[in-house]
C-alpha cells in the first residue's frame, strides 16, 4: 500500500459518495502528507502502513470517548465504522500458532533464556511480525518460555 493507493480508494469513496470511507482516508492522506514533508522523500510501504495505523488508533481512542460519553450515537456509529473501514486496509495481524512459532525462533536463534530478556525478546518478535502482532499476546507468549 502507498500514497498512490490511498489517492485511488479516494477518488473510488468520492465517486461512490461514501463519506465515511472518503473521510478517513482523507485523514490518512492528511497523516501521509505530513510525514512526507517531515522526511523530505516519499514514504515507503510500510510508513504509509505506520501512518494508517496511527489514524486507526487515533479514531479507536476517539471512539472510546464517545462510548463513555454516551452523547452522540451517530457519531459514535461513524467512527466505529471507519474504525473497520481502516482494519481493511492492513494486513491480518499474526496470531496463534504462528506468532508462537516466531517466539520460538527468536528465542532459539538469540539464546534468550532469562525473564530480564523479555524487552528485547518482544522487539525482535515485533519487527519480525513487521510490527503486525499484539504487543500484549508476545510479552505473554515470551513469559511463558522465560524462567
Do not use: W
Not at 481512542?61 to 460519553?69: D, F, P, Q, R, V
Not at 486496509?89 to 504462528?98: I, N, R, S
Amino acid at each position: 500500500m502507498d500514497k498512490e493507493f490511498i489517492v485511488a480508494e479516494i477518488t473510488t469513496a468520492m465517486r461512490a459518495h461514501d463519506k465515511p470511507r472518503l473521510s478517513i482516508l482523507r485523514q490518512v492522506k492528511n497523516e501521509i502528507d505530513i510525514k512526507e514533508k517531515d522526511a523530505g522523500r516519499a514514504l515507503a510501504e510500510a510508513e504509509v502502513v505506520a501512518a494508517v495505523k496511527r489514524v486507526m488508533k487515533q479514531t479507536a481512542e476517539t471512539l472510546e470517548g464517545s462510548i463513555k460519553a454516551g452523547t452522540n450515537e451517530e457519531r459514535t456509529a461513524l467512527l466505529g465504522e471507519q474504525v473497520a473501514i481502516l482494519a481493511g486496509y492492513l494486513p491480518a495481524p499474526v496470531t496463534g500458532d504462528a506468532l508462537s512459532a516466531i517466539v520460538a525462533r527468536v528465542l532459539e536463534d538469540n539464546g534468550f533464556s532469562e525473564k530480564r530478556e523479555t524487552g528485547r525478546v518482544i522487539a525482535l518478535v515485533t519487527e519480525a511480525c513487521g510490527g503486525n502482532c499484539d504487543k500484549a499476546e508476545v510479552a505473554r507468549l515470551v513469559g511463558t518460555k522465560l524462567s
